[in-house]
């Protein structure tokens, strides 16, 4: 051996220089030494030096960590250098295949890195399978882990290729691998969490509830299995959190989805500050129970069923009990809260409904910068809140606030058509109510404007046209009885066959509609 290589003592010296650094990647110069020794003294190391082979090795792992700390992606691609050169040297049956199987974890990493895209990429991934197919074959349990690998380097390529062969091989493998080990084997907790995270995909891509209450039942027996206090438990209650919210989703059920909650804050508890692991943790709890929230509220309007708004409404105030008062996504739930129980309150006529629907309304309102885009929305949903009130109360001096929030909220979603068109149609409504209590032609001329353009800004076929048609028709109609201009009857009539040959999905809101309609025939 060259005078500047490694000696045994020399060498021992250096790789408890290099795990010491490994095991503390908080002091980054003391990695970055280890691999400048590192680097030195395997330039002036033989081929044919024993230990030279067990050195690359030990060199690309920290190339390897290095590279996770800032990213250089010169550092991966030395790090599968050494990796392969291990390989080469390597004459020791024994330690081959874990450097092997170290080489395809590299190549995977370098496939997976924000570079790995084209043919050099998938040259990467399609050598790291055949890697981890050859050592499939070891007879005994690291047999298992292997599959382990198989399976995970197949998930991966599936992430990109989307060959659902790919995910359907990596499914058996890890099922094969999780059966091939004793339930005390260090092993079996990664094996069951990554099955179950392949389940989870497959139930993205079939809706099979089945594979979706496997995945669950899997995430709860790695979480059972974990010690309370174990880092590993965040990432854990997370992934639980994350099916059961996809549970609820499918089915309406709050259960799935309020234990999803609880799990999540849960994992929020455990990140120790709020750095961007909790936040993260944080936004994906406010994004499960938002679309929970709604489909219960697309489902309510088509059924007219009650149930699914109580159960929306449950998990809006659960996420908002878990969610810090400065958190941004809160403003969207106490929104989402807001409309929720106005909707609740015009099935059920509860006041309480409505006082706490104003209430958090204004606290969103509150959390919006005025350049907000979100705001115009906001203070449409505040203004259906509003006019509700006004119905109960009759407070005129409201209707006049309820007027200028829809005014406002119609200039400021100007370029959004769709959300025009419904802030337009808010505007129509209270006008309307604002001509029936002061008798003003202009007042009643501006609702008829904001429902015709409201109107046009639809597509014929759009769903919410008749109900459009069925306001703008019944303003007409309105001002035929105060004017008796033939033009206002012509039209009110017109937007009314329009809107009762289409339908609607209440039957008493059809029949309101040919009620209408055959009381302006009557009144020509």
């Not at 929720?340 to 409505?354: K, N, Q």
């Not at 209440?506 to 302006?520: C, I």
Request: charged share 30%.
């Amino acid at each position: 051996m060259d005078d500047d290589g490694f000696g045994d003592d020399e060498l021992a010296d250096w790789l408890d220089q290099a795990e010491a650094a490994y095991e503390n990647p908080g002091d980054p110069g003391a990695l970055d030494a280890a691999i400048m020794e590192g680097r030195r003294v395997a330039a002036a190391t033989p081929d044919d030096d024993p230990d030279l082979s067990l050195l690359l090795g030990m060199l690309s792992m920290l190339l390897g960590l290095r590279y996770r700390l800032g990213g250089e992606a010169a550092l991966l691609d030395e790090a599968v250098t050494a990796q392969r050169r291990a390989v080469a040297l390597c004459d020791d049956e024994r330690a081959l295949p874990a450097l092997r199987h170290d080489l395809a974890n590299r190549l995977v990493e370098r496939f997976a890195s924000p570079g790995g895209s084209g043919d050099g990429a998938r040259a990467d991934i399609d050598e790291a399978l055949t890697i981890r197919r050859e050592l499939v074959a070891a007879d005994d349990v690291v047999r298992a882990a292997n599959r382990g690998a198989l399976a995970g380097t197949l998930w991966k390529r599936h992430e990109v290729f989307q060959d659902r062969r790919d995910l359907d091989e990596a499914l058996a493998l890890f099922r094969e691998a999780e059966a091939g080990v004793p339930d005390d084997h260090p092993e079996r907790l990664g094996l069951v969490g990554n099955l179950a995270s392949v389940l989870s995909v497959v139930w993205g891509e079939d809706g099979d509830p089945v594979v979706l209450d496997e995945a669950i039942a899997l995430r709860r027996e790695a979480l059972d299995a974990t010690p309370r206090t174990h880092p590993d438990r965040i990432a854990q209650l997370a992934n639980l959190a994350g099916d059961l919210a996809e549970l609820a989703w499918a089915t309406g059920d709050g259960r799935p989805l309020r234990e999803a909650v609880d799990r999540q804050h849960e994992a929020m508890a455990m990140v120790p500050g709020r750095g961007l692991r909790w936040q993260v943790l944080a936004d994906d709890l406010a994004r499960y129970v938002h679309r929970f929230a709604d489909d219960l509220h697309r489902r309510f309007r088509a059924t007219a069923d009650r149930a699914p708004l109580d159960e929306a409404v449950d998990a809006a105030r659960a996420a908002l009990d878990h969610l810090p008062v400065d958190h941004p996504e809160r403003t969207r739930l106490l929104a989402d809260l807001a409309l929720l129980l106005g909707e609740r309150h015009e099935v059920a006529g509860d006041p309480a409904d409505l006082e706490l629907g104003l209430e958090v309304m204004a606290q969103a309102l509150a959390g919006l910068a005025d350049d907000d885009p979100r705001r115009p929305l906001f203070l449409d949903r505040q203004a259906s809140l509003l006019a509700a009130e006004i119905a109960r109360t009759g407070d005129r001096e409201l209707l006049d606030l309820v007027v200028r929030r829809q005014r406002e909220a119609v200039e400021r979603l100007a370029g959004q058509p769709a959300a025009l068109s419904v802030a337009r149609y808010g505007l129509a409504q209270r006008l309307g109510a604002r001509y029936q209590l002061t008798g003003d032609l202009a007042t009643l001329d501006e609702a008829i404007a904001a429902a015709r353009a409201g109107l046009a800004g639809l597509a014929p076929d759009d769903p919410g046209a008749g109900q459009h048609r069925n306001l703008l028709g019944q303003l007409l109609g309105v001002r035929f009885v105060a004017t008796a201009q033939a033009e206002d009857l012509d039209e009110a009539t017109s937007q009314l066959r329009t809107a009762v040959a289409a339908g609607s999905p209440a039957a008493a809101g059809h029949e309101t509609l040919q009620y209408t309609l055959a009381g302006l025939l009557r009144a020509a």
